[in-house]
């Protein structure tokens, strides 16, 4: 079989070798088993049901969530002489006719479709009487409401199990912890399927996240060393992708904006641009990047925070495709946790949903305050245990220092609760550090107890350690409010002083742009 399997990829797709899982998979799919494959961005998923559809009789189905991705998918597959299209609703009535008319005569051998499109009545009852190879479902995650970009319409993929006994199946993903393959598994009643897991580690990204003290400045620190390099700026609003894109143009770097308010036509020029040329950067917010495959992204940064280390390492791994060096920059601060904790509360969603998208936010938390290494770190989230550090992120080169801030914590929470659980960051670094201004006095704050005693420290060091406090769960954000901050059920051993606090020294400001622009 495998020799069959290693003409196919030779003829057809013109490789010589199969890369990591890929002939195990396709060994699996082609003799009839069903199939989960994990395999990171990149690491070449499409051949792991491309070839078998090849090898065996009949029409292969494909099910994936993107028009584009499906579009480039079909017109890959034309060009080396395989019969395949995609159904979208773009098609009109009468090209559908004709591509239902192509596949009964046989003359189609992979199609490609939506979820939504496959599960209609009348399309399954279509491939019922048709011989089918195999059926493929793409960015299987999607299944899972665990999942951070989950579609209704995969639940219904279920049914194929009992629709089509016979036929194997192989869900493919790039994202998925324990908890999501589990869901997987169970919701599209892949039982008997073998599991194929990758490595998620991606060793040629650097990894470095900085505290955001200046924002623009370290971005430029950053960018110094890498001028003529394409990179992503990932940025939350649309306004900020603009502004952050003129203003990177007007310091010599050319860039250009990407968000989904753009009119269809710049954006697809400017994707199109970033593609074909060298040394863009586009300057996006996350609608940029599902099905791009530029391999020479030098580059990823977050301007601001991504809501889970999901969509963190989704984003950071569209740098280095290549295998060549590529770096991942974040820089992040107290008011990205703030309005990521507001957003999430003022979403739609049930309370399940709101509990789950908060933990994947402190996890996302805990890797910016995380003190060893940061891939060890990322990786043990995705479930891969990698035994020692890594050698090649921040935290490995730089080393962290931690230090004893359980008094300080203790403080900085006494002024929370002492003024009433209700004031943003600013007031309460006024009020350690005895500032007689009008606000406090308004307030009375300068006859608190806590008013004054945090001399020893400076306005940035208070800050950041709120915002470790808030990081680690220790404070909460007032969501209805405007910011202020609470304390949370979490702090009480701290205060009650039965628990001692170790937090991660941060690099003083100057030192902190030093080190990214030497990276
Ligand atoms: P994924 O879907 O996992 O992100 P793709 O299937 O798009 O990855 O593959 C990524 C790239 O790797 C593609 O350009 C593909 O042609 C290439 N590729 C995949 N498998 C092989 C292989 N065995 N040998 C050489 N190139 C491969
Ligand atoms: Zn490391």
């Known amino acids: 079989m495998l020799d069959h399997a290693m003409r196919i990829l030779k003829d057809v797709f013109g490789y010589d070798a199969f890369r990591g899982n890929?002939?195990?998979?396709?060994?699996?799919?082609?003799?009839?088993?069903?199939?989960?494959?994990?395999?990171?961005?990149?690491?070449?998923?499409?051949?792991?049901?491309?070839?078998?559809?090849?090898?065996?009789?009949?029409?292969?189905?494909?099910?994936?969530?993107?028009?584009?991705?499906?579009?480039?998918?079909?017109?890959?597959?034309?060009?080396?002489?395989?019969?395949?299209?995609?159904?979208n609703s773009t098609l009109s009535p009468d090209e559908q006719r004709e591509i239902a008319d192509r596949i009964r005569r046989g003359q189609i051998k992979m199609l490609y479709l939506a979820p939504e499109r496959l599960v209609q009545p009348r399309m399954l009852s279509f491939l019922q009487g048709l011989d089918i190879a195999l059926f493929a479902i793409d960015e299987a995650h999607?299944?899972?409401?665990?999942?951070?970009?989950?579609?209704?319409?995969?639940?219904?993929?279920?049914?194929?199990?009992?629709?089509?006994?016979?036929?194997?199946?192989?869900?493919?993903?790039?994202?998925?912890?324990k908890r999501t393959r589990e869901e997987i598994v169970q919701r599209l009643h892949l039982d008997n399927a073998e599991r194929f897991l990758s490595s998620f580690d991606r060793p040629n990204i650097f990894y470095r996240i900085q505290p955001k003290d200046q924002p623009r400045k370290q971005l430029l620190g950053f960018l110094a060393a890498r001028k003529g390099d394409a990179g992503i700026v990932y940025c939350l609003s649309r306004k900020k992708v603009e502004e952050v894109a003129e203003f990177l143009s007007s310091q010599g770097f050319p860039a250009l904006p990407y968000h989904a308010g753009l009119p269809n036509e710049l954006r697809a020029f400017n994707q199109k641009r970033f593609l074909n040329e060298e040394g863009l950067i586009m300057v996006a917010t996350i609608a940029f990047g599902m099905g791009i495959d530029k391999p020479n992204v030098r580059f990823v940064c977050h301007l601001d925070l991504p809501k889970s280390l999901e969509a963190y390492y989704q984003e950071t791994g569209r740098a280095g495709r290549d295998g060549l060096p590529a770096d991942a920059w974040m820089a992040y601060g107290l008011q990205d946790v703030i309005f990521l904790k507001q957003m999430l509360n003022n979403s739609e969603g049930d309370e399940r949903h709101k509990r789950i998208?908060?933990?994947?936010?402190?996890?996302?938390?805990?890797?910016?305050?995380?003190?060893?290494?940061?891939?060890?770190?990322?990786?043990?989230?995705?479930?891969?245990?990698?035994?020692?550090?890594?050698?090649?992120?921040?935290?490995?080169?730089?080393?962290?220092?931690?230090?004893?801030?359980?008094?300080p914590a203790r403080q900085a929470l006494s002024a929370v609760y002492r003024s009433g659980q209700r004031y943003g960051v600013g007031h309460l670094v006024?009020?350690?550090?005895?500032?007689?201004?009008?606000?406090?006095?308004?307030?009375?704050?300068?006859?608190?107890?806590?008013?004054?005693?945090?001399?020893?420290?400076?306005?940035?060091?208070?800050?950041?350690?709120?915002?470790?406090?808030?990081?680690?769960?220790?404070?909460?954000?007032?969501?209805?409010?405007?910011?202020?901050?609470?304390?949370?059920?979490?702090?009480?051993?701290?205060?009650?002083?039965?628990?001692?606090?170790?937090?991660?020294?941060?690099?003083?400001?100057?030192?902190?742009?030093?080190?990214?622009?030497s990276a």
């Open 22 to 87: 890929q002939a195990a998979i396709i060994e699996r799919v082609a003799g009839g088993g069903d199939a989960l494959v994990l395999m990171p961005t990149g690491g070449g998923k499409s051949l792991c049901f491309q070839v078998p559809a090849l090898m065996r009789e009949g029409l292969a189905v494909v099910v994936s969530p993107l028009i584009a991705l499906m579009d480039d998918q079909v017109a890959t597959l034309d060009e080396l002489g395989v019969a395949a299209v995609a159904l």
């Open 142 to 177: 999607c299944v899972s409401q665990w999942g951070h970009d989950f579609r209704p319409e995969y639940l219904q993929l279920g049914q194929l199990a009992e629709l089509f006994p016979n036929v194997p199946r192989i869900a493919l993903t790039a994202t998925a912890d």
């Open 357 to 407: 998208e908060q933990h994947k936010l402190d996890a996302m938390l805990a890797l910016c305050e995380e003190t060893r290494c940061r891939r060890q770190a990322l990786l043990a989230y995705f479930d891969e245990e990698l035994p020692n550090p890594c050698g090649h992120c921040d935290n490995c080169i730089d080393g962290v220092e931690t230090w004893d801030a359980t008094e």
């Open 430 to 517: 006024d009020i350690l550090l005895g500032r007689d201004n009008e606000k406090i006095r308004a307030a009375g704050h300068q006859h608190l107890a806590v008013f004054g005693v945090g001399k020893g420290f400076s306005e940035v060091e208070w800050r950041t350690l709120f915002r470790q406090l808030v990081a680690r769960g220790l404070a909460d954000v007032d969501l209805d409010g405007f910011g202020g901050l609470r304390l949370s059920e979490t702090c009480r051993p701290l205060l009650r002083g039965e628990v001692s606090l170790q937090l991660r020294r941060e690099p003083k400001p100057a030192q902190a742009a030093k080190a990214s622009s």
